[in-house]
């Protein structure tokens, strides 16, 4: 299994890429290069169609190694298991060993990880191997928002929370601020539809000490053919719900075809959930929208009740995408994981945030203080 870092054809430095210029950007000689540019420069072979070009390979080790917890400091015994691990191999993370192809160091990583970097050297570098076959993603939509804006809106977007913990927004917290791409499934399909219902117009009038009541009922119908777009769902198991949700939407019009060298620069996970596994729900939200579509249409009733519906898909496609966000995770006092996560492409934010529990008591104490002392203040000139 390939580990691949990309390459400056000036000064053999390491590119990424960069989010502000869309193009990819040597840290030593600051070259930028576009992917037409390098692929003019060293046409990718047939069997590395998808990895851009100046990239170099090593072959790196593909040795696997059960590890508890996924501890990078565990030895593996010689039965194959972490030396003091449980037996229960479902309590285990598979862990993989690749050697890093600027200074040779160990690069253990899960197995989803697709894009790391090394924890010696901090050259970034992509696990092919891990985005071949299957698992290679037929889109992707790249960084826009820059590490430095994404920090400046996350200051911008704490400050605001009056009880938050200075901890949570200190500069050690926010360099760890990442850059990931997270895998997504894209469900698009066109289908034929047909709604039956009914409606009912009420008209009520005064004739008089008379009041009249006029009630028409309808019977409905709407059929035709429908069109839905790239709906999302989340394809990695170990994703948050919340931020694989509170991400969206992005613009899919702007993806692009798949390049490794998107990744180059930030992390990166791969896919662990098939598309039968989401299959059923995709199809489920389909039917859902497209009912709501055709609803849509019957205007003008006082009411609309919709009795039958029925959707038969006439073509469906799937796509495996990665979508860009940055993240920050931080652990409350309370042992409680907190996030803040920033779709990568737009800015929307999302994210649960720690509380300081005695900033907001004494904050409360304060204010009662106070409206107690108002209160003995006003009763004593009343």
Same mark, same amino acid.
């Given at each position: 299994?390939?580990?691949? &870092?990309?390459?400056?054809?000036?000064?053999? *430095?390491?590119? =990424?890429?960069?989010?502000?210029?869309?193009? @990819?950007?040597?840290?030593?000689?600051?070259?930028?290069?576009?992917?037409?540019?390098?692929?003019?420069?060293?046409?990718?072979?047939?069997?590395?169609?998808?990895?851009?070009?100046?990239?170099?390979?090593?072959?790196?080790?593909?040795?696997?190694?059960? !590890?508890?917890? *996924?501890?990078?400091?565990?030895?593996?015994?010689?039965?194959?298991?972490?030396?003091?691990?449980?037996?229960?191999? +479902?309590?285990?993370?598979?862990?993989?060993?690749?050697?890093?192809? &600027?200074?040779?160091?160990?690069? =253990?990583?899960?197995?989803?990880?697709?894009?790391?970097?090394?924890?010696?050297?901090?050259?970034?570098?992509? =696990?092919?191997?891990?985005? &071949?076959?299957?698992?290679?993603?037929?889109?992707?939509?790249?960084?826009?928002?820059?590490?430095?804006?994404?920090?400046?809106?996350?200051?911008?977007?704490?400050?605001?929370?009056?009880?938050?913990?200075?901890?949570?927004? /200190?500069?050690?917290?926010?360099?760890?601020?990442?850059?990931?791409?997270?895998?997504?499934?894209?469900?698009?399909?066109?289908?034929?539809?047909? !709604?039956?219902?009914?409606?009912?117009? #009420?008209?009520?009038?005064?004739?008089?000490?008379?009041?009249?009541?006029?009630?028409?009922? @309808?019977?409905?119908?709407?059929?035709?053919?429908?069109?839905?777009?790239?709906?999302?769902?989340?394809?990695?198991?170990?994703?948050?719900?919340?931020?694989?949700?509170?991400?969206?939407?992005?613009?899919? /019009?702007?993806?692009?075809?798949?390049?490794?060298?998107?990744?180059?620069?930030?992390?990166?996970?791969?896919?662990?959930?098939?598309?039968?596994?989401?299959?059923?729900?995709?199809?489920?939200? !389909?039917?859902?929208?497209?009912?709501?579509? %055709?609803?849509?249409?019957?205007?003008?009733?006082? &009411?609309? +009740?919709?009795?039958?519906?029925?959707?038969?898909?006439?073509?469906?496609?799937?796509?495996?995408?990665?979508?860009?966000?940055? +993240?920050?995770? @931080?652990?409350?006092?309370?042992?409680?994981?907190? @996030?803040?996560?920033?779709?990568?492409?737009?800015?929307?934010?999302?994210?649960? %945030?720690?509380?300081?529990?005695?900033?907001?008591?004494?904050?409360?104490?304060?204010? *009662?203080? %106070?409206?107690?002392?108002?209160? %003995? #203040?006003?009763?004593?000139?009343?």
């Amino acid at each position: 299994m390939a580990v691949i &870092s990309f390459k400056c054809p000036n000064c053999d *430095g390491e590119l =990424i890429f960069d989010p502000s210029t869309q193009k @990819y950007k040597c840290e030593y000689c600051a070259s930028l290069f576009s992917q037409p540019e390098l692929d003019a420069m060293k046409p990718a072979s047939a069997g590395e169609k998808n990895d851009a070009p100046g990239s170099s390979m090593a072959g790196g080790s593909d040795r696997t190694r059960r !590890m508890t917890g *996924g501890s990078a400091g565990t030895t593996g015994g010689a039965d194959g298991r972490a030396a003091g691990a449980p037996g229960d191999e +479902t309590q285990q993370e598979e862990a993989v060993i690749y050697t890093c192809p &600027s200074c040779g160091a160990e690069i =253990i990583t899960d197995r989803t990880t697709a894009a790391t970097f090394c924890y010696y050297c901090h050259n970034p570098v992509v =696990i092919g191997g891990r985005l &071949s076959g299957e698992l290679l993603p037929n889109r992707v939509i790249p960084f826009e928002v820059t590490r430095q804006e994404a920090e400046t809106r996350f200051l911008d977007y704490v400050s605001a929370k009056k009880f938050v913990p200075r901890a949570f927004f /200190q500069k050690k917290q926010i360099e760890r601020m990442s850059g990931v791409y997270f895998p997504y499934w894209l469900y698009d399909v066109e289908l034929e539809g047909r !709604m039956d219902g009914t409606a009912r117009n #009420i008209r009520v009038w005064r004739t008089g000490d008379i009041e009249y009541t006029e009630t028409k009922h @309808y019977a409905v119908r709407r059929e035709g053919d429908i069109s839905l777009r790239n709906l999302p769902e989340n394809a990695l198991r170990k994703a948050n719900a919340k931020l694989a949700a509170g991400v969206l939407p992005y613009d899919f /019009q702007r993806m692009k075809e798949f390049h490794m060298g998107y990744l180059s620069g930030f992390l990166a996970e791969c896919r662990d959930i098939r598309q039968t596994e989401v299959a059923g729900k995709m199809q489920g939200e !389909m039917r859902e929208s497209a009912q709501k579509m %055709l609803r849509d249409t019957v205007t003008g009733f006082n &009411s609309v +009740t919709m009795q039958r519906s029925d959707f038969r898909p006439k073509r469906e496609n799937w796509s495996y995408v990665l979508l860009p966000v940055w +993240t920050i995770t @931080y652990r409350g006092r309370n042992g409680k994981i907190y @996030y803040y996560s920033m779709n990568g492409q737009n800015g929307r934010v999302c994210g649960e %945030l720690p509380v300081d529990r005695k900033k907001l008591a004494l904050v409360s104490g304060i204010a *009662g203080l %106070l409206t107690f002392i108002l209160g %003995l #203040i006003g009763g004593f000139f009343i």
